[in-house]
């Protein structure tokens, strides 16, 4: 996911550059930064599919991202943040980065992340996604 989610930039198309800001070890002091984008294991189940229940676990991903916005551009940064991370996700190319045997991730559902204070400068967004990924 990383290799993918890196790549979100204006330079490359997107309507954000949160690609820039892509680690994969969050930190308290990233709240400070203009712009985050991280991808972290939210849990992992047993597999759904009769096929993979022995070989596979169904594994929750949560994108963060983050990027700079004023008080009157938040929806619309919203929006094209939801949009690049999307667009990002499941284009047919980003399914080369991905291993044989794990699944591209599967579209799950979104929440805003909203600063406390409206001037912060920053909209955020949670995207879950979902993989089979083989048991090592």
């Known amino acids: 996911m990383g290799v ?7 330079a490359n198309g997107y309507l954000t550059d949160a690609g820039s800001g ?3 070890e969050p930190r308290p002091g990233d709240q400070d930064t203009a712009a985050l984008l991280t991808a972290v294991v939210e849990r992992q189940q047993r ?10 676990r169904l594994t929750t991903v ?3 991202a983050k990027v700079p916005s004023g008080t009157d551009e938040y929806q619309a940064t919203l929006d094209d943040l939801v ?3 999307e667009a990002a996700l499941d284009s047919r190319e980003s399914a080369r980065n991905y291993p044989p045997g794990i699944q591209v991730p599967v579209y799950v559902g979104m929440e805003p ?3 406390e ?14 993989s089979n ?4």
Request: without cysteine; hydrophobic residues 45%.
């Open 117 to 130: 204070k409206a001037g912060a400068g920053w909209v955020g967004v949670l995207l879950t996604y979902q």
């Open 83 to 85: 949009t690049d991370v």
């Open 62 to 64: 949560s994108v963060m």
């Open 47 to 56: 597999a759904t599919d009769p096929a993979k229940v022995n070989s596979h």
């Open 113 to 115: 992340l909203m600063p």
């Open 133 to 136: 990924i083989p048991k090592k």
């Open 22 to 24: 892509w680690t994969l």
């Open 4 to 10: 993918t989610l890196q790549a979100i930039s204006k």
